[in-house]
């Protein structure tokens, strides 16, 4: 997976992509196929007796060569494919050893200092391996970046089954910078540890954090509800404006408790901030706790 010159294992050169591999297999294959019909046809061609036979022979069997090569072309794709597959399948065991052997490369590598190269490594290996252990190595070396904007980031790949404070904190850390990459999974795994998240000692900033990247959609907005009841309040002015204006957009929407927090938190806070004279047109909204 590491794109090396030699084979990590026994140290030959020249190593040929996988691609190349399997599509070397099924043009063999379809060789082998070509050859044995012409052997077939010449076959038939020696054992006619006659001219008409013969004849007969030929053109039957140019006709059914031709339709072998048609057929050949239609499948390349489908035959390719299942020649990838066999190979996979095939060198199960090997390529276990491999993945592990690129992995502890990758370990190495951080332990080294290279920081940058190690996460490229660890990157390159998950593409195939979906570990607990990988995905922790990932997220322990991304705690030890300073990430920007800018960076090749990613997220949902990462999030595990069990609850880690590392990947808590790089979850806000992600709100703060990337708040596009938090989707359903990462809204879901935070709400199934919240309890967890907010004895940290920034879980309550970090579930602030969320909530700011879930308002960034209507959709997350009603799907989770409770996640922005219970931290509106926490938003900085200018998503909670934005949650402002995601409720504005749908007045005829029964928002409930989602409402009557956000107009609470407007009546407390930005009653008279000019940003959010629309909002007094919303005092409907006091009333949706009782729904």
């Not at 077939?40 to 039957?60: F, H, M, P, R, V």
């Not at 057929?71 to 095939?90: C, D, P, V």
């Not at 060198?91 to 690129?102: K, N, P, R, S, T």
């Not at 996460?119 to 391996?129: A, D, F, K, P």
Request: aromatic fraction near 8%.
């Amino acid at each position: 997976m590491l794109g090396d010159e030699e084979c990590a294992a026994c140290g030959k050169p020249s190593l040929v992509p996988v691609e190349e591999h399997a599509e070397a297999l099924r043009h063999r294959k379809v060789w082998k196929e070509r050859i044995l019909a012409l052997v077939l046809w010449a076959a038939a061609i020696a054992l006619g007796s006659s001219d008409l036979e013969w004849a007969a022979a030929g053109a039957g069997g140019l006709v059914l060569f031709i339709l072998l090569v048609v057929l050949q072309n239609k499948q390349s794709e489908a035959q390719y494919r299942i020649q990838l597959h066999q190979l996979f399948a095939g060198h199960e065991e090997a390529l276990i050893e491999g993945l592990a052997m690129d992995h502890e490369a990758a370990v190495v590598v951080f332990k080294e200092g290279d920081k940058p190269l190690a996460y490229e490594m660890l990157r390159e290996v998950g593409l195939l391996v979906h570990t607990e252990q990988l995905r922790i190595d990932q997220i322990v070396l991304l705690q030890s970046f300073i990430l920007r904007k800018d960076m090749d980031l990613m997220l949902e790949p990462l999030l595990l089954r069990r609850f880690s404070p590392d990947l808590a904190h790089y979850i806000g850390e992600i709100a703060k910078i990337k708040r596009e990459l938090l989707k359903e999974r990462t809204f879901r795994y935070v709400l199934v540890h919240e309890l967890q998240i907010l004895r940290m000692p920034q879980g309550e900033k970090i579930m602030a954090l969320v909530t700011g990247a879930a308002v960034r959609m209507k959709r997350y907005v009603t799907m989770y509800p409770h996640l922005v009841i219970r931290y509106a309040r926490l938003l900085p002015k200018e998503r909670f404006l934005r949650l402002c204006l995601i409720v504005h957009s749908d007045p005829h929407r029964n928002w409930g408790e989602v409402g009557a927090e956000v107009y609470r938190i407007y009546q407390e806070q930005y009653r008279h901030d000019p940003d959010f004279d629309r909002m007094s047109s919303m005092s409907h909204l006091a009333a949706a706790s009782r729904y």
